[in-house]
């Protein structure tokens, strides 16, 4: 079946790191754009970061840009967040998104990690 299974987030001060790590199986890793999406408390859930198929392009929500990085390894099935210059407001439950590039209505989620920046 399908999975996307997260992991790499806790706590961490004002100013550190994390990577986030999303490790996918039971469909084909390569035919998806994979997106990273956040939700703090009481906040709509926002996109943060996608890579396309061949991990080419990506893009940036504003408030990440210069701080984050995504990535993927298609041979790993997996997609990657590099986050550094942790603010407090980065604080939110992470999620692993996949979209079918061909077929936009099929959408994977995985479970979240939680991602805590204290000041």
């Known amino acids: 079946q399908v999975q996307l299974v997260e992991s790499g987030g806790g706590l961490v001060h004002t100013g550190g790191s994390l990577r986030l790590s999303c490790v996918a199986s039971g469909f084909t890793f390569s035919r998806y754009r994979m997106n990273w999406y956040r939700q703090a408390p009481g906040k709509e859930r926002e996109l943060v970061a996608t890579i396309i198929n061949s991990g080419g392009n990506t893009n940036y929500a504003d408030s990440v840009k210069g701080r984050f990085a995504i990535s993927r390894d298609n041979a790993k099935n997996t997609v990657y967040l590099q986050m550094n210059s942790l603010k407090p407001d980065d604080t939110a439950v992470y999620y692993c998104?996949?979209?079918?590039?061909?077929?936009?209505?099929?959408?994977?989620w995985g479970q979240g990690t939680q991602v805590t920046v204290s000041s």
């Open positions: 998104n996949a979209a079918n590039s061909v077929f936009s209505s099929i959408v994977y």
